[in-house]
């Protein structure tokens, strides 16, 4: 009875519980090993029982065996178009030692001989290509013995996979027959002519280049829109350009491959997959059922891959360079890598100016620009494929200087404020080409600029300018001016610089300058523009008369980030809680943390302090007693309803909002009312306004009414103190907690006039 039920124990009974939904294949290769004998054989190891058992359960298990492989055999478990077969080479010396050691009750490794091991009577066969066609001086087959060696078998002779075939797919045809993955080209596909009967209950799903005897069915999200993806790349969404139905009912499909985004080492095979399935069918969830896919084998050759780092670009100079300078820069064997922003990059690009006597480079990068990597499978690539990169780029005029001399190089997961020299960390670096100028003396004025915007949340904005075709005469004087555009693109009359250009610092007509922008008088609303301004004297030396000879448009820049920036700076120079230090962001402040915060906002004003400390919890001797009872004494806070403080426990949003209305209430900064009315959210309008008083976009109150402090956290959101909404940045009421950062945000908003943010 007790050999029974081990009979009936956990790992026995796991059979009758394989799920439903497993493919027919699956449960083959499932049921055929459970009753094996080696399987067997394992569970009377692991449950021991008397010879005489094990004798009976090892004849047993060779007669479930054949019975368990000829229900297999049947169609009962292979669907008609399926194909169901194992990947693993089958010994059935081995098999048969097996059995016969169960039999004699022996464990089933003690069975196994040298010549149960030996490989099967028919091996199976490897697969073959036809040797590449192609100038060896241009391009190298991928794998020149592995060429040589498919060339004595025929090209069909493909490796098994666990695909599923249609007749009517096969035969088709491929071109080119050779295809260099350096280069790239269109790889074309005619199928056969397909009955009617096919393209009714079949459709087009992929037409794919993959490695040499890959698996093909796999994930739909899996697109990559030509980079090297899972080790093949493929096309799926078909339009008159990708795919072509042809008179006599073939179609004729195109897969464009770009230069350089396959990898590949020598020897790596390839073959052409054009997948239909069965309409009607979730391309998530078709098993090889509902898939009929055909193959054909592509020969590949490949450039010879370079030993050294070389760039190549569009034009041999630059000619012009106060003019903005669009070139194409195309690098090989770019080993640099790493970001240090992102899994999948960038690097940095840099032009360095050389010093011509030391040939070192000096000073700090004259351009950069973001390149990002080509994105892997996840995600996460932080190299060039191939070594190689294609991009294009525009130098903003004046930002090289003729006759000077450059190099460019790559940042990966390094920058140049990481060097402890000039071009320290800089990889892969070489000559750039030559910049070179006419004589700007002779030339119309002009101004060239490295950076384009201004921000009020910076407390200096720097704007390196370069002006030309100045010309030195008596009584003439050049200078910069800076002023404020409104929305309608008019001049209101406001400056917020006014830079002279010193004689002495023009050269040969032309003069560089770093003008320093003060970002707290600068508006919220309209534009900046900057005018390069000529102005003649008097007689007397008063100015006679003054002439904008050129100007750039300057835009505002303000965003989340910069706004956060600024607080915390305005934050920690107010010091405000000087005990957070930086790396205490999002530490979660108390209702101690809050009330004190406040109290030195306003000054640490004097208070008659009381002898009894109206709360349980507090006492006179306590260091922000004068804090409490100050936020009492203004109506901030009263503390809890069982007499205490509670200085220890977190603030939520909403209650943090509540603190700041009661301070501002104070401060006689409002009227003692609170609203009344729940916020309505609707779309285009703006606190205030006649349609609503909160704008559900970009602010939003995401407080039901009645629900603690709504009112409070409205006025919030009125104030722009809280509440911005744009993209995935969401400020909500019901956190549990407010971190020194927020908290920071909030008192920095409400002491300049609420959020400016769009």
Not at 273 to 283: A, M, N, S, V
Request: charged share 20%; with cysteine.
């Amino acid at each position: 009875m007790l050999d029974i039920v081990r009979l009936f124990s956990p790992p026995v009974l796991l059979l009758f519980f394989f799920p439903a939904s497993a493919s027919s294949c699956a449960r083959h290769q499932a049921l055929r090993g459970f009753f094996s004998p080696v399987f067997l054989g394992g569970l009377f190891t692991f449950y021991p029982l008397n010879f005489f058992t094990c004798f009976i359960y090892s004849l047993a298990s060779l007669t479930v065996q054949f019975f368990v492989e000829g229900i297999m055999m049947s169609s009962i478990f292979t669907p008609r178009g399926a194909r169901c077969h194992s990947t693993a080479p089958r010994h059935p010396a081995s098999a048969r030692a097996l059995s016969l050691s169960l039999l004699l009750g022996l464990s089933p490794l003690a069975g196994i001989t040298p010549a149960a091991l030996a490989a099967p009577e028919h091996p199976a066969q490897p697969a073959q290509v036809a040797p590449a066609h192609a100038d060896p001086e241009q391009a190298t087959p991928a794998s020149p013995a592995a060429a040589q060696e498919d060339a004595d078998e025929a090209t069909s002779s493909l490796p098994k996979v666990d695909e599923s075939r249609h007749p009517e797919m096969e035969g088709f045809k491929v071109s080119p027959e050779t295809l260099n993955i350096s280069r790239g080209g269109t790889v074309t596909l005619t199928t056969p002519p397909l009955s009617a009967e096919f393209r009714q209950n079949y459709e087009f799903y992929e037409f794919s280049l993959v490695d040499r005897g890959s698996s093909y069915f796999k994930a739909a999200y899996a697109r990559i829109d030509g980079y090297a993806y899972f080790g093949y790349l493929f096309d799926r969404d078909p339009n008159p350009k990708q795919m072509v139905e042809n008179p006599d009912g073939s179609y004729t499909f195109f897969l464009n491959i770009g230069p350089y985004i396959i990898e590949a080492n020598e020897g790596t095979l390839f073959d052409v997959i054009l997948t239909y399935h069965k309409k009607g069918h979730r391309e998530d969830s078709w098993p090889s059922e509902f898939r009929f896919v055909a193959r054909a084998p592509i020969n590949v050759v490949q450039d010879p891959k370079p030993t050294e780092t070389t760039y190549i670009f569009s034009v041999p100079a630059i000619d012009d360079p106060w003019k903005d300078t669009t070139l194409t820069i195309e690098g090989f064997h770019i080993l640099t890598s790493g970001s240090r922003e992102g899994k999948d990059g960038p690097a940095l690009l840099a032009f360095y100016e050389v010093d011509p006597k030391t040939g070192k480079i000096v000073g700090e990068p004259e351009f950069t620009t973001r390149i990002p990597y080509p994105a892997s499978r996840s995600g996460e690539r932080v190299y060039f494929l191939n070594w190689h990169f294609k991009t294009s780029i525009t130098i903003p005029g004046g930002t090289l200087k003729p006759g000077k001399v450059y190099k460019i190089g790559f940042y990966g997961k390094d920058r140049p404020e990481d060097e402890n020299y000039p071009g320290e960390l800089l990889n892969d670096v070489a000559d750039f080409i030559p910049v070179r100028s006419l004589n700007k003396e002779s030339a119309s004025p002009e101004m060239f600029l490295k950076a384009t915007t201004v921000s009020p949340y910076d407390e200096e904005n720097i704007l390196p300018v370069r002006a030309v075709g100045l010309k030195k005469q008596p009584g003439v004087s050049y200078r910069f001016s800076v002023q404020h555009v409104d929305e309608q693109g008019h001049l209101t009359g406001q400056k917020t610089l006014v830079q002279e250009i010193a004689a002495e610092s023009i050269h040969d007509g032309t003069m560089d300058e770093k003008l320093t922008i003060s970002g707290a008088p600068l508006n919220y609303d309209g534009s900046y523009r900057l005018f390069l301004e000529k102005v003649t004297a008097g007689k007397d030396g008063t100015v006679e008369s003054v002439e904008q000879l050129t100007s750039k448009d300057l835009q505002l820049q303000f965003t989340k980030n910069k706004e956060v920036n600024a607080a915390w700076a305005w934050f920690k120079r107010r010091q405000v809680l000087p005990e957070f230090s930086d790396s205490g962001r999002n530490s979660y402040m108390t209702r101690r943390d809050v009330t004190v915060a406040l109290y030195r906002l306003a000054g640490s004003p004097r208070v008659e302090l009381p002898a009894t400390s109206p709360y349980g919890d507090i006492t006179p001797d306590d260091p922000d007693y004068a804090a409490y009872i100050w936020a009492r004494q203004k109506g901030i806070t009263f503390g809890w309803a069982d007499g205490n403080f509670h200085p220890e426990m977190n603030m939520h949003n909403y209650s943090t909002a509540a603190f700041l209305y009661r301070y501002q209430r104070s401060r006689g900064m409002m009227s003692p009312g609170l609203p009344t009315a729940a916020p309505q959210s609707r779309n285009g309008s703006l606190p205030g306004s006649d349609e609503s008083e909160v704008s559900a976009n970009p602010w939003v109150l995401d407080l039901e009414e009645g629900s603690a402090f709504w009112r409070e956290s409205r006025w919030a959101v009125q104030q722009r103190i809280w509440g911005y909404t744009r993209g995935w940045e969401h400020e909500r009421f019901f956190m549990e907690t407010t971190s020194v950062y927020d908290l920071a945000l909030m008192l920095y908003r409400m002491e300049h006039g609420g959020s400016h943010l769009k």
